[in-house]
């Protein structure tokens, strides 16, 4: 198909990359969500998400010790070196509760993320002081 001779290629690609930049995907970032991981306790354990959204879980491992994020639910396994963070995103979710645990030490690190329609996307707060910086 060729273009009218009004219009430069120039102009047709500008275009089409201002559509690229601001279809949906672009509107919609995904909101994230601090956990924390110490004495093998996660912190929150109890996660509220948006229904429907995008998200990103900020997994922090305050431990000195090697533990796996694990979740059927969300179908993620993650392992995260003590002293490390993981970035772990997360497609959007239908409304409901959605277990998850450190898989080293279950019968403490256990949470679920819950996804319902009444919870706003928010940010995750900042990393408190002393926080480990590392990305895994």
Known sequence: MKCPP???AA???SVLALMTL????????????????????????????????PIILLVTNADDTT??????????????????YATIRVHPLAPG???FIGEFHPQTAAGAVVADQATS???????PAGAPSRRW
Do not use: M
């Open 11 to 13: 102009a047709i690609r």
């Open 6 to 8: 009004s219009v430069s």
């Open 67 to 84: 533990e796996e994020f694990d979740s059927t639910a969300l179908r993620v396994e993650k392992l995260i070196v003590g002293g490390h």
């Open 121 to 127: 996307a928010t940010a995750a707060p900042p990393a």
């Open 22 to 53: 601001s279809g949906p995907a672009a509107a919609q970032k995904p909101a994230q969500f601090a956990v924390r991981l110490q004495n093998h306790r996660l912190d929150p354990a109890e996660i509220h998400v948006p229904a429907g959204k």
């Open 97 to 99: 509760r959605y277990p």
